[in-house]
């Protein structure tokens, strides 16, 4: 509870009343979001539909040259606001220290294997800002780990995805299951962590 360790009210609100004159009337100073880093970027849906419009600069990793290429053009205007274009597997690739508020991490972890994603999200844990999150979406088996053969990626179960979270020494903050979806097709899951 707040009260737990509010140890003086006083000082408590005025503190925050200091930070917030401070602040630039605007969206950027009501969100203080600056920086964000899409991982396993593709062409760019993520950074165009949901990176872009809530971040000042994105940066965006992924082992396709070709796709990263085909993401200058599909941005369009927006995409002179990404920084940095890294083609980069993911096993290799370290984000900058403290530069993201957000490192988003959609639709391939799978091309991880467990040690490597570990180490992944270890790596992303420096790069992150104070108070930044890490979010992972991603299919999940119904149970345990289902090998696909035709693209070379694995899904694995909540349960085994929580486990190398935890592994990694990241904190689960909150999960959420994408609702209507058939039964019979993997599940989609939000997780964020820091």
């Not at 737990?4 to 000082?11: K, M, N, Q």
Request: charged share 25%; hydrophobic share 40%; net charge negative.
């Amino acid at each position: 509870m707040a009260s737990d360790v509010v140890e003086d009210e006083l000082e408590f609100y005025s503190k925050a009343e200091k930070y917030w004159k401070d602040v630039p009337p605007t969206v950027d100073g009501m969100t203080g979001t600056a920086r964000a880093l899409d991982c396993g970027a593709g062409i760019g849906r993520i950074t165009k539909r949901l990176l872009l419009p809530l971040f000042k600069t994105v940066d965006m990793v992924d082992v396709t040259e070709d796709f990263l290429n085909k993401a200058r053009s599909y941005l369009g205007e927006e995409g002179r606001r990404v920084r940095n274009y890294f083609c980069c597997g993911l096993q290799d690739f370290s984000p900058e220290p403290s530069a993201y508020d957000v490192i988003w991490i959609q639709w391939v972890i799978g091309h991880l294997t467990d040690d490597h994603l570990s180490s992944f999200l270890k790596r992303c844990q420096l790069g992150l800002q104070p108070n930044g999150i890490i979010v992972i979406k991603d299919n999940m088996a119904q149970e345990g780990v289902i090998m696909d053969d035709v693209d070379s990626s694995v899904c694995r179960d909540l349960d085994v995805v929580c486990k190398i979270i935890r592994r990694a020494g990241l904190s689960l903050l909150a999960q959420e299951k994408q609702e209507n979806f058939p039964d019979e097709i993997y599940h989609v899951y939000t997780l964020a962590m820091r």
